[in-house]
Structure formats: structure tokens, C-alpha cells
């Protein structure tokens, strides 16, 4: 695939984890697909290292989405933690 394949797989993949994961998120839309396409890439990688299939066959592949949406919504929790511990760190009594 290409990376333009890449870039929309991946901007959809980080809206379908948003929706999966609703909540408040200190980054907007574009940190949202920036996740997205970040998280395609790390769920083929974790598809061929810990199962040893090849997740990212095409673009219209089952495997290729759910690898993209599963590394989204991984990026998107760790991104949630990192950045959640600074937002509610002045909270005022």
C-alpha cells in the first residue's frame, strides 16, 4: 500500500478509535488523526511481531482496519494517560 492508502486508513482508524473511546481529549482533530495514522502503523507492526501475520495486506482487508483501529485506540489510551496527569495536576481546592 501506499502512503496515501496509509493516511486515510489511518485518519479514519484514529475517528473510529475516538468514537470507540468517547471522553474528553486535550488535543483536537488533528491530534486525533496524527493518532490515527501513528496508530495504523503501530498495530501492523504489533500484528506482524506478536502474531507473525502480515496485517496489512490492502486497503479494503479486514486485517488492515482492525490492526489500524486497534493501534489507534493503543495510542489514543497512552496519549489520554500522558497528557491527563498534566490537565488535572492545578486543580484548585
Known sequence: MGIIAWIIIGLLAGVIAKALMPGKDPGGIIITMLIGIGGGLLGGWLGKVIFGVDSIDGFFDVSTWIAAIVG???????????????????RHA
Open 72 to 90: 489507534s485506540i493503543i495510542l489514543l489510551a497512552l496519549y489520554r494517560v500522558l497528557t491527563g496527569n498534566r490537565r488535572h495536576s492545578h
